[in-house]
């Protein structure tokens, strides 16, 4: 009797032992797998930065939009995260998440849908924040305020304004339009809504930039108001 209780309590500890072992064994699989999942995110993240700027886009604020209604509001908008992107040196396959994250209300309902779409090959990919303004042009910006804005563009001149005032308009137009003359094609577009006056001159030489046209102008008018006071 004597021996089998002993058997028994032997039996008892070789199972306590095992349990144990069973555990131990399993913590150290679990630790195992915690070091190698540290270590496979460690050697990523070292290998994304070797290739990314090191840029932290949690101080990326831009501001949101709604889906207004009114096609200046979303120029605005665009205009602004587009300056943003500029500044903090986004890269181009940040630039959609990133947007996207700041779409409220209808905007959201409405790239949600779209998102769907594309899913549904019923529209083209959105890839680049080139793509994604052509497609928020296509809804916010109806056609009849983008010939509204052609038809300004056409009629732009100087006039009483200043050299400065006049390029500040041709700019704001061109960017609501999302038009991208080369530098070429900007300058004889400017110079043509120049004063006859400051054309004169200005044609006179070559430039190699849009902005040394601008200063040039300005320069122009200075040197007339200067004449017209002495004269």
């Known amino acids: 009797m004597e021996v089998k209780k ?6 008892e500890k070789l199972s306590q032992f095992a349990q144990r072992f069973q555990r131990l064994e399993e913590a150290h699989a679990r630790q195992s797998q915690e070091e190698e999942e540290e270590w496979r995110l460690t050697k990523f993240d070292a290998r994304h930065h070797q290739h990314q700027p090191q840029y932290c886009f949690n101080f990326v604020k831009l501001p949101s939009f709604s889906g207004s209604n009114d096609p200046s509001l979303y120029l605005e908008w665009e205009a602004k995260v587009e300056h ?12 959609v998440r990133l947007a996207s994250l700041v779409f409220l209300d209808y905007a959201n309902q409405w790239w949600q849908q779209t998102v769907l779409d594309i899913g549904l090959n019923k529209r083209p990919t959105v890839v680049s924040w080139y793509d994604l303004k052509a497609c928020m042009h296509a809804r ?3 056609p009849p305020y983008r010939k509204e804005l052609l038809l300004k563009l056409q009629r732009l001149h100087q006039g009483p304004r200043t050299v400065d005032e006049y390029f500040k308009d041709l700019e704001t137009t061109l960017t609501k339009i999302n038009m991208h003359d080369n530098e070429e094609s900007k300058i004889a577009r400017f110079v043509s809504g120049l004063r006859r006056e400051i054309q004169d001159i200005i044609e ?12 040039q102008g300005g320069i122009t008018t200075f040197e007339e108001n200067n004449i017209k006071k002495y004269s």
């Not at 002993?6 to 039996?11: E, G, M, T």
């Not at 006179?204 to 200063?215: G, I």
């Open 140 to 142: 916010f910006v109806p």
């Open 84 to 95: 943003l992107f500029h500044v903090y040196k986004v890269t181009e396959d940040q630039k």
């Open 204 to 215: 006179l030489y070559e430039y190699s930039s849009l902005e040394k046209v601008v200063h």
């Open 6 to 11: 002993r058997l028994v309590h032997k039996d």
